[in-house]
């Protein structure tokens, strides 16, 4: 077991050199290619319980989806991206090999088409021989894939007026798998949306030491709302409109914690939660935002 592990991790990283990770990657599309009725963004933060799971369609009709949940609800996740008459999953992005965000990848590598698939590149003390994420490798080496493994600064989608680039990680070797998550910032027309996958403060300083632009209208908070992340400093910076936690009711975690939502609530930030809200849908058409709960 362990040696197949070794084998898929070392067919995997021949992709993660650097130098290999965005050459050759055009942008996404071209104003010409903008579909008549595609102009809207939609993101869901799909209620995936204690776990993240996140819907994005872009304004050209491409589709993104930011980690797929747990195991136990993979099927779910396909499901549901199904259900939003989906075949191709044009990027998909594995935030970092926790099971509460990759879990469901091996699911949703299986069950659609994938175009660019983007996951870190952790360092070797650091890789996880869980079976989740074997189960991942697994998936993506029988389809063939490769993974690329992002780096702060990168842009990953640049066209039809809209652009996704990663602000972290900008490590290479954190010692804590939660500080490698893959962070992103999607901006289309006059809206900005900050995706944190479960970064932690000391990626919040990193990022804003990196004098990136953090401002945003809508924050998906770092570790389901946990106080090891969102300091009062960053989300000042951020100034988003709302803010989203995606967490399970009653978690052994006790996300959100309650030092984050107070935080929250003292600068004017309304909170949206997976837990209490269900799903949560937001569209934009790059000026206007409408918000949508499930419950
Ligand atoms: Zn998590």
Redesign the pocket.
């Known amino acids: 077991m362990k040696r197949g592990i070794a084998a898929l991790l070392s067919a995997a990283l021949i992709f993660m050199l650097p130098g290999c990770d965005l050459l050759g990657l055009q942008p996404a599309t071209s104003a010409s290619q903008v579909s008549s009725g595609g102009d809207t963004l939609e993101v869901h933060f799909i209620d995936a319980g204690q ?2 799971a996140i819907f994005i369609r872009l304004p050209d009709g491409q589709v993104m989806q930011i980690d797929a949940g747990k195991n136990s609800t993979g099927e779910e996740i396909t499901e549901y991206i199904r259900s939003q008459g989906v075949e191709k999953i044009d990027y998909l992005v594995g935030t970092h090999p ?1 099971e ?2 990759i879990g469901g990848l091996d699911n949703v590598i299986n069950e659609f088409e994938i175009g660019e698939l983007y996951m870190p590149r952790i360092s070797a003390s650091d890789t996880p021989t869980t079976q989740t994420y074997e189960d991942v490798l697994t998936a993506v080496s029988s389809k063939g894939m490769t993974i690329t493994a992002p780096h702060s600064g990168d842009v990953i989608i640049d066209g039809g007026g809209f652009k996704a680039q990663v602000l972290s990680p900008a490590g290479e070797d954190y010692g804590d798998l ?1 500080e490698y998550s893959i962070v992103i910032k999607l901006t289309y027309g006059d809206t900005e949306f900050l995706f944190m996958g ?1 970064a932690e403060a000391v990626n919040e300083r990193e990022i804003i030491d990196a004098g990136y632009d953090v401002s945003a209208d809508v924050l998906k908070l770092g ?2 709302g946990s106080s090891t992340s969102s300091t009062e400093d960053f989300l000042r910076r951020v100034s988003p409109n709302y803010a989203v936690i995606s967490c399970g009711a009653g978690n052994s975690y006790g996300h959100p914690h309650e030092e984050v939502v107070e935080r929250c609530s003292g600068l004017g930030i309304d909170l949206l939660r997976t837990d209490t809200d269900g799903t949560v849908v937001i569209k934009t058409d790059g000026q206007r935002i409408d918000v949508s709960a499930e419950k």
């Open positions: 776990a993240d926790h509460d965000h939660n479960d570790h389901h």
